[in-house]
Nanobody
Framework: QVRLVESGGGSVLAGGSLTLVCAAA?????????VAWFRQAPGKEREFVAA????????YYADSVKGRFTISRDNGKNLVYLEMNGLKPEDTAVYYC?????????????????WGQGTQVTVSS
């Protein structure tokens, strides 16, 4: 069981930056979990943004954010970060942190077991 809490959302102008933080509380070692970020805009399906494996050695990104967003983790602090640069209005969404124990199928939200409550990111032009 793991509890996830996101923070760091806010409102920025296009071209700006934000860093989201996912804090985890778990009865197991945090490095037992794959962690991902998903987002959902109003009226749209939840979509994959980025994922990071147990050790932080492997990362995966949606094409729409590649080169602009960076996912990282600090297992000693039970934290996962999503650094977002060059933000665009189409990045506006609620961003969710998700975790699971199984490796693989990183982009499919149905495979993630644990979810945070989400944090709003709004990018205006």
């Amino acid at each position: 069981q793991v509890r996830l809490v996101e923070s760091g959302g806010g409102s920025v102008l296009a071209g700006g930056s934000l860093t989201l933080v996912c804090a985890a509380a778990s009865g197991r070692a945090f490095n037992s979990y794959v962690v991902a970020w998903f987002r959902q805009a109003p009226g749209k399906e939840r979509e994959f943004v980025a994922a990071i494996d147990w050790s932080g050695g492997e990362t995966y990104y949606a094409d729409s954010v590649k080169g602009r967003f960076t996912i990282s983790r600090d297992n000693g602090k039970n934290l996962v970060y999503l650094e977002m640069n060059g933000l665009k209005p189409e990045d506006t969404a609620v961003y969710y942190c998700a975790a699971k124990e199984m490796e693989g199928e990183y982009i499919y939200y149905g495979t993630y077991v644990y979810w945070g409550q989400g944090t709003q990111v709004t990018v205006s032009s």
